[in-house]
């Protein structure tokens, strides 16, 4: 866990919340000291089996909360073949178990949860309909997001000293209106700027695979309890992988939207608003499925959000049909000189290649035609750095804390003791506007519906190495959406043959502490084709399951 260098009064206010939460979890939902005993940070083990032999689920419940879908359980709710109360029942259980075997969650809401859950069956008994198309359903959320009367720290701990919130985030009163119910808030890194989701206020998330793993950030703590199937539906932020990251760790699907579609307005920043950066953030889902990651995005876009957000662009959701023809795919393999793939993730996407050339899939190899990605990225993160004010670390200096672990590791060698200036942004936009074109160029002269890349060059890694994101970044300074999607597992008997020689892995190479963790990759589109992106998704992952 996070330890501060000081010591402050604050240490008493991250007591206390913790208690807190501690505390809103019931009695018989408290896991068996047996079980608890074998929870570490440095542990090996995964704890993917413990809802299902815990024996705190009903048979009833195991059935609700592993067999379906959020597609599934919305239809069946809808139709009265299962009540709201049930699956909320059910969801609450398995995000108390997964909290307590990977600290996922920031906020516990499940009073909440049950009394509106209540009032969803009660409506749709009396009405004869349902509120809306996610009617009943179970939504975690990422901590930055307001909800009313719960807090919004996020992970600082200057913040445990604001209030709960008043008023709910935009995309939060959209969801009451389609129907879900909320009921938990889900963990962060310190700035929500670093893969590892870690701060002094809740401490770390751990990975459910393997615990001695990182569950990935900023979204991470909805990774780990999506996996756990403490949720079955989550929203998360992403502005260089914050929803893509965690998905690739923990083995699920998330979707890092257009920026403008999904409305940002109402939540708790990390840092300054009014940045001059071309780069924007998104809010996007994480899932079990593609066609959930399609129901979140079309449901909330079909309420119209651009009356909530003056920001959102006037474009409704476009009804797509699948592809009817074999797709031409570029792919982009690696940056070899900069951070070359890991074995286990060289062998998923050489294998994910042959396979949809396999079908008759059309794939062109960009790895020559573009610039390198890791310097790519490091013009992304001068966006990042933007803020004069540094005001992070001055939030974080405000409490009394220092920068955790994994923020260190997060920062580029190329950029110590760079200095934003006017005349630099000029530049820089300047050189994003023609890396863009080259991209750009090559969808169109191809005629590429989409780009295939990795996720990152390794799988989960141990806590606090991450480091650089070069790869889920190249999305969001392109503006193009993006869906990352698991694919095979580490395997170390599988990956030897893609063990090279002279070639330095970063972070290191650990084929027995990564063995069976999932591997994964990203399809990217054009800005503004999310729609035709969930079907191609959906094409591939019937392709390679």
Not at 166 to 185: C, D, F, R, T
Request: with cysteine.
């Amino acid at each position: 866990m996070a330890t501060c260098t000081t010591k402050t009064d604050w240490s008493l206010l991250v007591s206390e919340k913790r208690s807190s939460n501690r505390a809103k979890i019931p009695l018989e939902w408290r896991l068996s000291s047996d079980i608890l005993d074998t929870i570490d940070e440095k542990a090996t083990i995964s704890v993917l089996d413990v809802p299902g032999r815990c024996g705190i689920l009903t048979e009833v419940e195991l059935e609700l909360t592993e067999k379906y879908d959020a597609t599934d359980l919305t239809r069946m709710m809808i139709e009265g073949k299962a009540k709201s109360e049930d699956v909320v029942r059910g969801f609450c259980k398995r995000a108390a178990i997964a909290h307590q075997l990977t600290n996922c969650l920031t906020e516990i809401m499940f009073e909440e949860a049950f009394a509106r859950a209540k009032e969803l069956d009660e409506y749709l008994l009396k009405e004869g309909k349902p509120i809306g198309p996610l009617h009943g359903l179970p939504i975690s959320l990422k901590d930055s997001f307001n909800v009313k009367g719960a807090h919004a720290t996020i992970g600082y701990v200057k913040f445990l000293e604001n209030s709960p919130a008043s008023h709910n985030s935009a995309i939060v009163e959209i969801l009451l209106k389609l129907g879900a119910v909320p009921y938990v808030k889900t963990n962060l890194p310190q700035t929500m700027m670093s893969a590892d989701s870690d701060n002094y206020v809740f401490g770390r998330t751990l990975n459910p695979n393997k615990l001695c793993l990182t569950a990935g950030g900023s979204t991470g703590g909805e990774g780990a309890l999506i996996k756990m199937r403490g949720s079955i539906l989550g929203v998360g932020t992403d502005i260089a992988g914050s929803i893509r990251i965690p998905a690739l760790c923990n083995g699920i699907m998330g979707l890092q939207p257009s920026a403008g579609r999904i409305p940002w307005a109402g939540g708790t920043p990390p840092g300054r608003f009014g940045s001059p950066s071309t780069i924007l953030p998104v809010i996007g889902p994480e899932g079990h499925s593609v066609r959930d990651l399609e129901l979140f995005m079309k449901s909330v876009i079909d309420t119209d959000p651009w009356l909530l957000d003056a920001n959102i662009l006037s474009v409704p959701w476009r009804s797509v049909s699948p592809p009817r023809r074999s797709l031409n795919l570029g792919f982009i393999t690696e940056d070899r000189e900069h951070r070359p793939l890991h074995p286990s993730q060289l062998r998923m996407i050489t294998t994910l290649i042959k396979t949809l050339q396999g079908i008759g899939h059309s794939l062109i190899s960009l790895d020559d035609k573009i610039p390198s990605v890791y310097e790519t990225s490091i013009l992304a993160w001068k966006h990042f750095l933007l803020d004069p004010e540094k005001t992070p670390i001055k939030i974080m200096k405000a409490g009394g804390e220092s920068a955790v672990k994994s923020l260190l590791v997060t920062r580029y060698p190329e950029l110590q003791g760079w200095e934003a200036s006017l005349d630099e942004l000029w530049d820089m936009n300047v050189e994003r506007a023609k890396i863009t074109k080259i991209y750009h160029d090559l969808v169109i002269d191809n005629e590429l519906d989409a780009i295939l890349l990795p996720t990152y060059q390794a799988t989960a890694v141990p806590h606090d190495t991450y480091g650089l994101v070069p790869y889920t970044v190249l999305a969001n300074f392109l503006g193009y959406p993006s869906v990352a999607l698991p694919f095979l597992h580490a395997s170390k008997e599988a990956d030897k043959p893609f063990i090279r020689s002279g070639v330095t892995y970063i972070p290191p190479y650990e084929p027995d502490l990564v063995e069976g963790v999932p591997c994964g990759f990203q399809i990217m589109c054009r800005p503004m084709r999310d729609e035709e992106l969930i079907k191609i998704a959906e094409l591939i992952v019937k392709t390679i399951t």
